[in-house]
């Protein structure tokens, strides 16, 4: 007894919970209805609309004795109102002879290392360009062989 009064209670409160729909309904010729048809700010999977991305390359190769370089990373964003995404490039200026540590080979960057975009939605995907640049006396200078650094790509809304 106890048990099927327990389901029975259970089905009860089932149909407590479900939501009634409102809509007006015309009934009259020439009666007229409005609807107000919105948006949110969250995606049908329910995750924040909000969004950006910025596409940098994997590894670029420098020629030997070429005094500039450019990478290219891509930027595309999707933000709110006065919301901006930001990309900074870093490294460490220098970068290292890979076979023993103990040369270096010295650069500087310029270009889109410090990058705001001007307006929340940049659509398509906007290129930027960052070069490296390293001094002709340092090439002259430098032990011939492999040198790396790694940059670092820093985004963020503000």
């Not at 939501?19 to 919105?38: C, H, Y």
């Not at 906007?126 to 001094?135: E, L």
């Amino acid at each position: 007894m106890k048990k099927a009064l327990s389901i029975a209670l259970a089905v009860v409160m089932l149909f407590a919970v479900c939501v009634p729909a409102f809509a007006a309904d015309l009934t009259a010729d020439g009666q007229s209805g409005t609807v107000i048809v919105k948006t949110t700010t969250k995606t049908s999977g329910g995750d924040d609309a909000r969004s950006f991305t910025v596409t940098i390359p994997a590894d670029t190769e420098i020629p030997w004795g070429d005094l500039t370089t450019d990478l290219v990373y891509a930027v595309e964003s999707h933000l709110g109102d006065n919301e901006f995404v930001n990309v900074k490039v870093a490294g460490n200026g220098k970068m290292t002879y890979a076979a023993s540590k103990t040369y270096e080979l010295p650069y500087t960057l310029t270009g889109a290392v410090d990058f705001t975009a001007d307006v929340p939605n940049v659509y398509p995907a906007a290129d930027q360009t960052v070069t490296v640049n390293v001094q002709d006396l340092a090439w002259k200078t430098a032990v011939v062989g492999d040198y790396a650094d790694t940059l670092t790509f820093t985004a963020a809304i503000v």
